[in-house]
């Protein structure tokens, strides 16, 4: 004759009753903290930097929604904007979905990856006044880039040194809104992708410099 097999819950932990698998509950609250984890930290949407002269990499300086009250990093998912006039440090490795340099600057000497999907942009003046500079052989890569994107903006970039890119894997537009400067000096090197455009507004005067390469 057979015994009945007493049924278990879905965590399969028994009450009243020493479990057999005394890790299986363990393991699911594991998972369940972990995944809860991953969503507080890398669920952000919008990042907008709200200090003056600061890193990157701290979270202080980014407001980033009431989800996160401490502030946030960007990440791949994030599309981030400096608007204040602040200035940010990258020295270690950055990331974002796009990012918005509409009232400010970005010293850039490691690297900083924007998504490469289709509508990803690095924008360097948007309404206002943007500046990018990427020196100490460092390198940003983006799918457009884009200085002076609208009328009334103005926006200016440097690559300068040996080692120091700027990789635009589809184009690169300079001055279709409104002036822009692009400068490589010093062995910096540019990418335009497939397309480049300088001065596609015709009442704002773009230039590109290139020299000692």
Known sequence: MRRPVPSSPPNRCWAGMKSMFPRSCKITSFIS???FLSISLFGQSTANWQAGVGAWGAVSNWDCGSGFPNGCVPNAGTAATIGNGGTVLIGTSAAAQSLDINAGSVLNSS????SP???RYLTIGDSGFGMLTISGGGTVNDWVGNIAAKAGSSGT???TGAGSQWNNSVGLAVGFGG???LTIQNGGVVGGGSAIGIGGNPNSVSTVSVDGV
């Open 33 to 35: 903290v972990s995944l």
């Open 157 to 159: 970039v440097l690559v």
């Open 117 to 119: 999907s289709s509508g």
């Open 179 to 181: 002036p822009g400067t």
């Open 111 to 114: 690297t900083l990856s924007l």
